[in-house]
């Protein structure tokens, strides 16, 4: 049973940093690629970061400013958010997909957490 839980999120100013944590039971991370989405009211979830192996993608509108890596000995993938702004409030939730390159739409991710509250206030 594939079981993803976040942690990390929490309300930062402008210009703040936070980390992001998902643990992943059930999954293994050299056969999952993993995934970070948010969400805020009234908009669509949006790809925020993902990893498979070592290789990333990130949204253009985080890039610069969040890094996301991997610890295949926790099975923990974590998302470190630096300079953040207004605009990256949200529920962040992290998902697990078993295609083979990043995938950066909802439907190509199987496995979700429940998700994560960030708030960033001006």
């Known amino acids: 049973q594939v079981q993803l839980v976040e942690s990390g999120g929490g309300s930062v100013q402008t210009g703040g940093s936070l980390r992001l944590s998902c643990a992943a039971s059930g999954v293994t991370f050299t056969r999952f690629a993993m995934g970070w989405f948010r969400q805020s009211p009234g908009n669509e979830r949006e790809f925020v970061a993902g990893i498979r192996l070592r290789s990333t993608n990130y949204a253009d509108s985080v890039k610069g400013r969040f890094t996301i890596s991997g610890d295949d000995t926790k099975n923990t993938v974590t998302l470190q958010m630096n300079s953040l702004k207004p605009e990256d409030t949200g529920v962040y939730y992290c998902?697990?997909?078993?295609?083979?390159?990043?995938?950066?739409?909802?439907?190509?991710?199987?496995?979700w957490g429940q998700g994560t509250q960030v708030t960033v206030s001006s």
């Open positions: 998902a697990a997909s078993s295609q083979w390159v990043v995938p950066t739409t909802p439907p190509q991710y199987t496995y």
